[in-house]
């Protein structure tokens, strides 16, 4: 188990990590997500022991390990990278760590083959880091972690220097090998899809502090702030104020829009300013009247794009603001041609879809 | 890669014909010196102008001087470890400079170009200085401490290269591995930086190896190098022993560099290159390490001496006969050995001053009185010898051995007799006429050509340089070095020259024949003195009184074929040498001959005159 306990790292004035808390339970694939600068390298590299705490404690399995060297750390690293040793071969790599250790010649082999075989790299032992493809690389990089067993294994976005089709067959492997393995993977990617795919529970960063913390389903449908309904997927954003709102339903009043209905919700307290959010995959396109358990607002389709699996379309609503919509494509077939640029649309959703975000 | 990039275009600029040919014309420029002096190494001739077939006499003889070995031993020994030290340094500089920041981290980063840009000559004399100051004994290990500082520099930055392209996160890995940071120094950063690292040892080889000027000011007893005895032997004109040396030195640094470049460009070094490498730096720093324990002795003699200005045989006798450890220096003139004494530091127990030198010395108290008594074999030195004008207390010097300045021509283009300051007047010889590059030895010859003897009067100064002036246009140079040279090749068929420059060349071509001028010569007497701090100076006076050994003088002027003040070696010297009057000159009085005196004060009168005459 990992704890970060009001874990801050300053650079003069930048606050790259700022009052963290953070607990981490043993076998969990946790992933910490968040635009480039945010700061998660820099909590990952206060756990591997690269970087100094400016405030607050670690513990691992209940040992404050805050101000331990990092070869003293019970903790493995897979650099962004790869950082291999480029004198070593794939074999000389992937024992370092047990030779340091001095471990009987014997069990050193038998790990090595062992996490070898695990990691596909059977057949590369003798290769040199620098003839080795990409997606190899990174095998020998986790290979080289894996193999001393370490209670967390921290991985800086393993898969960001990958191609797309490379990355997402690793990423595959990836989860079946931490089920494998058991060991706790701390991962960190700014790529919101690697988050939902992979984690058991994602912490979505901003400027150093952690916005929300939970499971990939709950962030996405019930994102806490508006950075992460934002950052997560699309989102359709409305300023709104709650005219009313009673146990299982919230009457908002979006200016010169309408009035819409949120249901499935705890009691708001009514005059309050909120967000009001949908997703674009949520809404769709009718010349239809809504039914009774929809909502309905008008608009003109002002940009229509063919994604293949999907069609994009920005309506724009009363007052110049936009929204997004997705449709799918097997869903749109015959009406893809009934809607074009320019014509007045009725959008439609479900009262239960949607998201109150207080600011 | 930069030849990718350049296309050829139909404006033809680079293409241009006269570009190629000043490019390569330049580089000729460069190498054909190179390529005549190594051609020349094989020459059997002496003379470095003249053809006479391939031979590797002067290699045969270049490898059975020890003198050379010698100084080829305390190159290498002061190379070697000046490159291990300034490795070791440069090192752990780049790393930090690469690595860490820090205050004072730009500072630090130009001090380190201070160096690359000094010239040489301000660096020496500015560790000189500070070896003084602080009272370190000049020796090799000072020669070893100023290597180290102009090839640390070098060395750091060229190791830097290497750091700087070595990700940080390298290291990283290393300890989130679990290895200390001394395991990741050794298993992952160096093996990484190596080739900078081994190139950077090259190149600090190469430049200690080649150093001459800081050497010149740093070295002490006993750190001659190689450079410093190659510029000692230019003393006797450029022979092709001389060529050898400086082709061996050539191939040596070329192979050196070559082999930074190669390693420079190889990321990764083979084993077996790594393992040869290994064994040959072993085996030489075995060898260094082993070899002074062969010739340990606790007594020890520093002689500061001309090269070939003593018979090595004589030192080698001497200490197999006494176990004193003898170790001998080379000076090229008077100023350097007074230069050095000045100094305070140098440690010598016997130099060989020129009697003009001896007064100079004297009067600065730099010289320590000998003690005659326990110098039996004194008594063997011609009295007249004994407490000359230079000193008369005699006290001072032993004198060693004498010569003058007479002249040389070559009979093929020069009626005889030549027996007069006279001819080096002569109109028929405009052109072909070589003076000294020594204004004592040339208004000497002018005040004798005017007929009175050469003392502190302004007015017969000034009459000797205004015949100096006539003189002049008639004259090819003023030279000191290259006389033998110079009349071997025939540019010079009349010159005036020391006895012993003459004895050579009239011992090597008949045609070559001594004028000896019946207004008289100008002598010099070379002395042995013992400075003022000499460290062993009960050693000096046992040496001297060995060399005063009558079968020793005579053994000594075989060799060195100038005559010493010694009547009873005479009886055992060849009679063709005794009566080579360039060896013996015939002196009827020994109290009448003229020698060079220091002038005093008259000193500037008399450089003005020589100025006056240079530039004229
Ligand atoms: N060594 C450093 N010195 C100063 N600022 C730094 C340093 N390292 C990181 N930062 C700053 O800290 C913030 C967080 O960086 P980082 O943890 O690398 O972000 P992420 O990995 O989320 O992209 C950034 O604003 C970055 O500029
Ligand atoms: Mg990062």
Known sequence: ?359 | MAGNLSRNNDLGIGQSKWLKFITWFGIAFLLLPLIILIVYSFNESRTVTRWEGFSFRWYKALFSDVSIWLAIKNSLTIAIVSTLVSVSLGTMAAMLIARYSFKGKKLLQNILYIPVILPDIIFGVALLSLFILIKFPLGIISVICAHVTFSFPFATMVIMGKVINLPESLSEASLDLGASRWQTFVKVILPNIAPGVISGALFAFSMSIDDFVITFFTAGVGASTLPLKIYSLIKHGITPSLNAISTILIVFTVVVLLMANFLQKTKKISRSFKIALGTFFLIIVGLLVVSPFFTKSSERLNIYNYSNYLDPELIKKFSNETGIKVTLDYVNDNDEMLAKLQMGVAGYDIIFPTAFMVEIMKKQNLLAPICIDSIPNYKYITPGFRKMSFDTTGRYYVPYAYGYTGMVYNSNYIEGPVDSWDILWDERYKGKIMMINEMREVFFVASKRLGFKMDTSLSKLNMARDILIEQKPLLKKYESNAIGDLMASEEVWIAQDWSGSITRLTSSDPKFKLGYPKEGVLFFIDNMCIPANAPNKGNAERFINFLLDPAHSAQNINCIMYAMPNDSAKKLIPAEILNNPTVFPKIKNFDSIEIARDFGEFNRELTRAWMEVKVH
């Open chain 1, 1 to 359: 188990m990992l704890e970060l306990k009001n874990l801050s790292k300053f650079y003069g004035n930048v606050k790259a990590v700022n009052q963290v808390n953070l607990t981490i339970s043993k076998g969990e694939f946790f992933c910490l997500l968040g635009p480039s600068g945010c700061g998660k390298t820099t909590i990952l590299r206060m756990v591997a022991g690269f970087e100094k705490v400016t405030e607050g404690n670690i513990y691992l399995e209940g040992k404050d390990i805050t101000n331990d060297a990092p070869n003293n750390r019970d903790v493995n690293t897979v650099f962004q990278n790869y950082a291999l040793f480029p004198n070593l071969s794939v074999w000389e790599n992937i024992a370092y760590g047990l030779k340091i250790r001095k471990i009987t010649k014997d069990e050193c082999n038998r790990r090595v083959e062992d996490v070898v075989r695990l990691t596909g790299l059977s057949g590369f032992e003798k290769r040199m880091p620098s003839k080795l493809s990409g997606g190899q690389q990174q095998r020998v990089a986790l290979a080289r972690a894996l193999v001393n067993r370490p209670s967390i294994l921290l991985l800086d976005e393993p898969l960001s220097a990958l191609d797309k089709k490379i990355a997402e067959q690793t990423r595959n492997e990836l989860s079946e090998l931490q089920r494998k393995v058991g060991i706790t993977f701390i991962f960190v990617t700014h790529n919101q899809t690697e988050a939902l795919a992979l984690a058991d529970r994602i912490a979505v960063m901003k400027d150093g502090i952690i916005e929300h913390c939970d499971q990939p389903k709950e962030i996405y449908e019930k994102p806490r702030t508006h950075f992460v309904a934002d950052f997560i997927g699309s989102m359709n954003f409305f300023e709104c104020t709650i005219k009313a709102s009673e146990d299982k339903a919230t009457l908002l009043e979006i200016p010169e829009i309408g009035d819409v209905i949120l249901t499935g919700q705890n009691k708001q307290e009514a005059g309050k300013t909120v967000q009001f959010c949908v997703r674009p995959e949520r809404m769709k396109i009718s010349m239809l009247q809504p039914a009774e358990y929809e909502n309905c607002i008008k608009g003109v389709i002002r940009q229509k794009t063919y994604l293949g699996e999907i069609t994009k379309f920005v309506v724009e609503l009363a007052g110049n603001r936009q929204i997004s919509i997705m449709a799918q494509n097997y869903l749109l077939k015959l009406s893809n041609e009934f809607y074009d640029i320019g014509e007045e649309v009725n959008i439609i959703w479900s009262k239960t879809s949607g998201e109150i975000i207080h600011v």
